[in-house]
Structure formats: C-alpha cells, structure tokens
C-alpha cells in the first residue's frame, strides 16, 4: 500500500498545516501553480515529491518541473497535468495522453475545484484537489489524500484547510 497527498494551486503560499495532513504519507504530488521553488524545496525535504508546472509557473519552476508526469504505483497508472480540462471535455493534448497512456487516475488542477469523479468514457478517475493556496477565487483551500493498494485507489478524504483568506493558526 502507498499513500499519497495531493495538492495544487498554491501560488507561493504553504499551509504548514499540510505537514500534519500528509505526515504518514509516502509521496506527495503538487499538480501544478507551484508558485516558488522554496516551497517545492520545503515539500522534497519533507517526502518524496512529484510535480508538474502550472500557466503561473517561471522559469525556474519549468526548468525543474515538467508539464505532465506520467507515473505507475503499485499497478496503478498516474497522469498528472495541471490543466486538463473537466471530466470528459479534456484538452487535446490531455486527451490524446489518456488515449495513449490509459491511465487509471487523472491528477490535475487549475479549476481550483476540489472534484473526484470517474469519467466512464476514458475509464479514469478524475481527481483535482482544488487550491490549497490563499490566491484565487476558490472559497476554502483543500487538499487529498489517499492510498494505492493492489492497482486501485481507496481511503480518498477531501481535507479542508481552511478559508481562503483565513490562515488558521
């Protein structure tokens, strides 16, 4: 069994909450909107990380981060990207990737939507894990975790952080 966290969205702001979330996790994935490499820098010392640019993303981001991880754990085949598109009406590039690749679970932010749902076409699980930063217009800041135990993804718990504008202390 491996247990992820995922996060996005966080545009240069870390929740210091999000070490206790994800302390008994094996590796963390940031789907993109990374914001800083201090911050990636902060999470590669804390677990092992996987990660992805987002359209804020600079160039240092870019130069250490690609634009789609395509990754398999226990069994399970992970894509990640930051923008995706919605469940079903994906971008070509997204597209063509789930076509090629057929991954079991889609990893991806930008929406700043929390939103886990099966996509019965491409016969993948959705999972955006909203924004866990303070910028943007989502209304409170979310993360996910979950565990991977013989190919399948189970135990998903949406976690809250808080409101967006609201730091808890």
């Keep these: 069994m491996t247990r992820i966290g995922v996060l996005s969205d966080t545009h240069g702001f870390l929740d210091e ?7 008994d996790v094996d590796i963390i994935f940031h789907a993109g909107d990374i914001g800083s490499v201090t911050l990636t820098d902060k999470l590669k010392n804390f677990k092992p990380l996987k990660a992805v640019y987002g359209n804020i993303d600079g160039q240092e981001i870019r130069s250490e981060f690609p634009e789609h991880v395509i990754e398999t754990i226990e069994g399970c085949k992970i894509l990640m990207t930051h923008i995706a598109g ?13 076509e090629q690749e057929q991954p079991q679970l889609l990893i991806c932010g930008h929406s700043h939507i929390a939103k886990v749902v099966h ?5 993948v699980l959705y999972i955006n894990s909203g924004a866990a930063g ?11 975790r979950f565990e991977i135990e013989n190919g399948k993804p189970k135990n998903m718990e949406l976690i809250e952080l808080g409101l967006r504008g609201k730091i808890q202390a």
Excluded at 86 to 98: D, I, P, T, W
């Design 17 to 23: 909450t999000i070490f206790d979330y994800f302390k």
């Design 134 to 144: 303070i910028h943007g217009f989502h209304k409170m800041r979310t993360i996910l």
């Design 86 to 98: 919605s469940e079903g009406k994906y971008n070509h590039q997204v597209r063509a990737l789930l």
């Design 119 to 123: 996509d019965k076409k491409f016969n």
